[in-house]
């Protein structure tokens, strides 16, 4: 079992940077593939990043690609989402998920686990 709490959103303005963090429990989070999703009002949840269990991968959507960075550190099992030129269109609720399949192009969620997650929002 794994358990995920998100944090580090906020309100900014467009242009601005956040730097989320998810912070993860239990013993086994060093073979985890993690992954970072957002939900937007009255849209569907979508994939933002992800880093396989080794920290030597990353995959990212393509409307974040060249702006967000995600990364692992695993004394602190944690993993966190570094946002640079943010838009009114990255407003959203971000998640973290733990235990997805990791592939070269794609992240699946299948049964992981999901944190609660935390609120960006971003204005001009």
């Known amino acids: 079992q794994v358990h995920l709490v998100e944090s580090g959103g906020g309100l900014v303005q467009a242009g601005g940077s956040l730097r989320l963090s998810c912070a993860a429990s239990?013993?086994?989070?060093?073979?985890?593939?993690m992954a970072w999703f957002r939900q937007a009002p009255g849209k569907e949840r979508e994939f933002v990043a992800a880093?396989?269990?080794?920290?030597?991968?990353?995959y990212y959507a393509d409307s974040v690609k060249g702006r967000f960075t995600i990364s692992r550190e695993y004394a602190k099992n944690t993993v966190y989402l570094q946002m640079n030129s943010l838009k009114p269109e990255d407003t959203a609720l971000y998640y973290c998920?733990?235990?997805?399949?990791?592939?070269?192009?794609?992240?699946?969620?299948?049964?992981?686990?999901w944190g609660r997650g935390t609120q960006v929002t971003v204005v001009s």
């Open positions: 998920h733990a235990g997805g399949a990791y592939s070269s192009d794609s992240y699946t969620t299948g049964s992981g686990y």
């Open positions: 239990g013993r086994t989070f060093s073979t985890y593939n």
């Open positions: 880093i396989r269990w080794s920290g030597g991968n990353t």
